[in-house]
């Protein structure tokens, strides 16, 4: 099992930018695609982003394209995302996670993932 921390949310206003990072600790991480995703108030748990376990394809939702970019960093076991162009819909806690298999490529689907952070608060003000 991996655990896995993340950090980085905040308090940003509309157009600004933040960088999430995860800490991972425990099996390989190297070896396992990543995920980053989000939940709003009274909202289900969504997909925002994945990256490979080479690092190599990434995918990300909609809404995010163009203003998001997930990265990793095997040698510090970290995945990040950075967040440009921030939108108060972006609002949400952000949910780092590790897929369930070894050597996959991206991942969209939150049953797909066997480990989660706790979650980082995102707060965008209009």
């Known amino acids: 099992q991996v655990q896995l921390v993340e950090s980085g949310g905040g308090l940003v206003q509309a157009g600004g930018s933040l960088r999430l990072s995860c800490a991972a600790s425990?099996?390989?991480?190297?070896?396992?695609?990543m995920g980053w995703f989000r939940q709003a108030p009274g909202k289900e748990r969504e997909f925002v982003a994945s990256?490979?376990?080479?690092?190599?394809?990434?995918y990300y939702t909609d809404s995010v394209k163009g203003r998001f970019t997930i990265s990793r960093d095997n040698a510090k076991n970290r995945v990040y995302l950075q967040m440009n162009s921030l939108k108060p819909e972006d609002t949400a806690v952000y949910y780092c996670?590790?897929?369930?298999?070894?050597?996959?490529?991206?991942?969209?689907?939150?049953?797909?993932?066997?480990?989660w952070g706790q979650g980082t608060q995102v707060t965008v003000s209009s």
């Open positions: 996670a590790a897929a369930l298999s070894p050597y996959s490529g991206t991942k969209t689907f939150p049953w797909e993932y066997g480990s």
């Open positions: 990256i490979s376990w080479t690092g190599t394809s990434t």
């Open positions: 425990g099996r390989t991480f190297s070896t396992y695609a």
